[in-house]
């Protein structure tokens, strides 16, 4: 049984039918493909990474920022009720 590399052209012959029927490149050009593959599998699997991590980074982004506005808005109270005690002990006098 022989067939063609589906990259240079050479021809692949095995005895073994299954491995036949799954062979598509020469031993030299299945080494190439492999290493090709690899490293596009790596290189989506940064990007995914890297995506992931952003977005992380953008929920951090924003929580931090709620709770510097949720902050502000207790120092406000906190000077509020403050001025209000204050009010309160002018007026009872304690």
């Known amino acids: 049984m022989t067939k063609r590399c589906q990259r240079c052209g050479a021809l692949i012959?095995?005895?073994?039918?299954?491995?036949?029927?799954?062979m598509?490149?020469?031993?030299?050009?299945?080494?190439?493909?492999?290493?090709e593959q690899k490293a596009?599998?790596?290189r989506e699997l940064r990007r995914k990474t890297r995506e992931?991590?952003?977005?992380?980074?953008q929920l951090c982004k924003a929580q931090q920022d709620e709770i510097e506005r949720l902050r502000?808005?207790?120092v406000i109270q906190r000077e509020r009720n403050r001025a209000l005690s204050e009010e309160l002990w002018e007026v009872t006098g304690r």
């Open 13 to 22: 012959s095995t005895d073994d039918y299954y491995k036949f029927i799954r």
């Open 24 to 35: 598509k490149y020469c031993k030299s050009c299945a080494k190439d493909v492999h290493r």
């Open 40 to 42: 596009n599998w790596i």
């Open 52 to 57: 992931e991590h952003d977005l992380t980074r």
């Open 72 to 74: 502000q808005l207790l």
